[in-house]
């Protein structure tokens, strides 16, 4: 019997290796054999500037390590604010439609884009927006348009901003599963969902600050746009007094209430095209690909290096989703190494994580700037560990919708002694010196344990405001002040010392080309991640992943709420994170 089960365990695993094979040429023939055809843009057309699948500012390269090949993809944001600034002199393209985006982009991100947009109606060409609903988010997007349309059923949502903070307190109790929480900076909120059932004054405080920072940031680019006072749209958000299409139009936030399919008559009458004919229209995304290099200057030998750091900082190789060290680190010392980069920006959004992998591209940053200038650029969150990374650069720019600072730290220690006890779990141990056990789970923490942690934590909270400190020539007792893991707006930032100027990456690669002394240069982006070609398959569709099982299972709405949970569940040792990733529609 156990000749033959080994017979049978032998031609199954070949048969796994000849099906995973046979799909793995698939995939690597459909990534890498090759040229892709290009969408050629046609004359009199029009940019459909849909951005359901734009949520990232890069979009990545990856090193296929165990074929030797890579992929690079052009449908990040900054893709698509290079392809935008392209179409200003593209004589193919006469305008630019933005119609039911329902976009994923953050508030700063969105600011860039609609600076970019504002920059894109300088060449003479239109921008027209429609939507049947519009979002808040969406619509501080579409309010830059020459027009905006809504459907005549539809919605406008504009009534100010909120934040809500999910707490698991009352949860912890009902299931005996703690979450032990040590911390350093009463403004270090990150943690208070697992000790408190509401917000704390201080947090409540510092949230309110923030809202109201971005909501002023959205105001006065929309009262610019829309030639309303920002009393005005106040009024109107106070009242609802947009909530119908007549009422929204009456209020002077929209041009028009009509469909779609007339909303399409005007782009023909603004191109000179024949009511009943179609147009020629091209989508954001092709038109990056197409133009991925058509701005940059390929004659320059100069260049300036933008290293991408966005996500969740964590130990490991990392993605486009997590900033790891593997790929950070080694980006950055390409980069340093390499004499034909100029200066680097590090282009940061991230609510931070990790403590330690912060130090370690702290680190990288430090010895690069010995070399070459380093000019950070914030995005939607450059806050706590995504500070740290930024706090020692030559330069740092930031909009004014980004959430910064929250410098602080804690860890979390998750304890299921309570649960054990009601289920009639038990432990025993024996030990050979007085803290040889360490911690258990299973057991209540005790207050020597307890005391090293919080003696790990203040550690870490005095390296990272000396960190600060030194970055930004400030005193230690300065950085203190406006520390205590206190998060700030992007316009807040600037007051204290935070950050240098309110900017996005335009702004950033100009100050790195004047602190380099170089007039003309070329970008290179980075990191590459390294990853094997059998990952592939899950992202190919030929596994279901668990994440997508869930989602699919729960729904969007519940799986981003069960996210959340995760999060926070599995912060374990001392994390310099933000407090919580704010979310405005």
């Not at 860890?411 to 360490?438: K, M, W, Y």
């Not at 209540?444 to 020539?473: I, L, N």
Request: proline share 2%; net charge negative.
């Amino acid at each position: 019997m156990r000749f033959l089960s080994n017979v049978l365990a032998t031609l199954v695993g070949l048969f796994l290796f000849f099906m995973i094979s046979f799909f793995g040429l698939i995939i690597i023939a459909a990534v890498f054999g090759g040229d892709e055809e290009t969408v050629a843009v046609e004359s009199n057309s029009v940019i459909e500037l849909d951005l359901s699948k734009v949520s990232l500012d890069y979009a990545g390269k990856i090193n296929f390590t165990d074929i030797g090949q890579y992929t690079e993809n052009h449908d990040g944001l900054m893709d698509i604010i290079h392809a935008l600034s392209y179409a200003k002199g593209d004589t193919d393209i006469k305008g630019i439609s933005i119609i039911n985006s329902n976009s994923a982009l953050g508030m700063a991100q969105t600011k860039a884009l609609r600076d970019a947009l504002t920059d894109f109606k300088k060449s003479g060409k239109f921008v027209y927006a429609y939507a049947d609903v519009y979002s808040q988010k969406d619509y501080y997007l579409a309010s830059v348009a020459d027009k905006v349309y809504i459907n005549p059923v539809g919605e406008l949502d504009f009534k100010g901003l909120s934040a809500e903070v999910m707490f698991f307190k009352n949860m912890q109790e009902k299931s005996g599963v703690k979450m032990e929480v040590i911390r350093h900076g009463k403004y270090k909120s990150a943690v208070e969902p697992f000790l408190e059932e509401k917000m704390s004054e201080a947090n409540r405080e510092q949230t309110n600050q923030l809202i109201q920072s971005l909501w002023t940031s959205m105001l006065k680019d929309i009262s610019t746009s829309r030639k309303l006072s920002v009393e005005q749209l106040n009024a109107i958000a106070n009242n609802l007094g947009a909530r119908t299409p007549e009422m929204a139009k009456a209020s002077r936030l929209i041009d028009g209430i009509t469909y779609e399919d007339h909303y399409h008559d005007v782009i023909r009458k603004a191109l000179d095209v024949e009511k009943d004919t179609g147009y020629n229209t091209v989508s954001i995304v092709d038109y990056a690909e197409a133009n991925a290099t058509s701005a940059m200057d390929l004659e320059s030998s100069d260049k300036i290096a933008v290293i991408y750091a966005q996500g969740e900082i964590a130990e490991g190789e990392g993605d486009v989703n997590i900033i790891g060290d593997g790929a950070m680190r080694r980006a950055i010392r390409a980069a340093r190494r390499d004499e034909d980069v100029k200066a680097i920006v590090l282009r940061v959004d991230s609510p931070g994580g990790d403590a330690l992998t912060s130090d370690l591209i702290w680190r990288e940053i430090e010895l690069t700037k010995k070399v070459k200038p380093v000019v950070v650029s914030m995005g939607n969150y450059a806050a706590s560990g995504g500070y740290y990374i930024a706090c020692n650069a030559n330069k740092i720019f930031a909009e004014e919708t980004t959430i910064t600072g929250s410098i602080g730290v804690f860890g979390v220690i998750p304890n299921f002694a309570e649960l054990s006890q009601r289920i009639g779990l038990t432990v025993d141990q024996v030990q050979t010196n007085a803290q040889a056990n360490g911690y258990s789970p299973f057991r209540p923490m005790d207050d020597s344990f307890r005391a090293v942690t919080q003696e790990g934590v203040e550690r870490v909270y005095a390296t990272f405001v000396k960190r600060v400190a030194e970055g930004r020539k400030l005193t230690p007792a300065q950085v203190d002040a406006i520390g205590q893991g206190r998060v700030w707006s992007g316009a807040d930032a600037i007051k204290i010392g935070l950050v240098d100027a309110i900017g996005g990456m335009d702004e950033a690669l100009a100050e790195a080309a004047k602190l380099a002394k170089i007039k003309t240069y070329r970008t290179q982006e980075f990191p590459e991640y390294e990853r094997e070609v059998f990952a592939f398959f899950e992202e190919m569709g030929l596994i279901q992943s668990r994440e997508s099982l869930l989602k699919e299972t729960m729904g969007a709405e519940n799986y981003a709420v069960f996210q959340r949970i995760q999060v926070l569940a599995r912060q374990r040792g001392v994390m310099a994170r933000v407090p919580y990733e704010l979310e405005i529609q």
